[in-house]
Nanobody, 124 residues
């Protein structure tokens, strides 16, 4: 199983990025799928999650109104559209496949697979 994120980079404050997460050897349709991030010196935090059916999404307060999580079952891919980016969004962003039912709590103990991360840097 390999989970790979892409789409990170350097962007100015107020800009947008779209992260993608593709999985090989894994059908993401059987999992809740989430995005976590970890800034230097801080704990990894859940920011967006979409349930396995794809009808319910959950966001951390810091992401509400600016980030949108979606999934394409046909492409076996998860996305995170990030708009109105702020310097405090700078972090390594990780894709995660979670046990069904783990989404709402952003439960790290519910993570089955982690990606290797993609760096997002927002300049002021």
């Amino acid at each position: 199983v390999q989970v790979v994120e892409s789409g990170g980079g350097l962007v100015q404050a107020g800009g947008s990025l779209r992260l993608s997460c593709t999985a090989s050897g894994l059908n993401i349709g059987g999992f809740d799928m989430g995005w976590f991030r970890q800034a230097p010196g801080k704990e990894r935090e859940g920011i967006a999650c979409i349930e396995w059916i794809g009808t319910n999404t959950y966001y951390a307060d810091s992401a509400k109104g600016r980030f949108t999580v979606s999934r394409d079952h046909a492409k076996n891919t998860l996305y995170l559209q990030m708009d109105s980016l702020k310097p405090e969004d700078t972090a390594m962003y990780y894709c995660a496949a979670l046990y069904v039912g783990s989404c709402q709590a952003f439960s790290r103990t519910g993570v089955v697979y982690w990606g290797q991360g993609t760096q997002v840097t927002v300049s002021s």
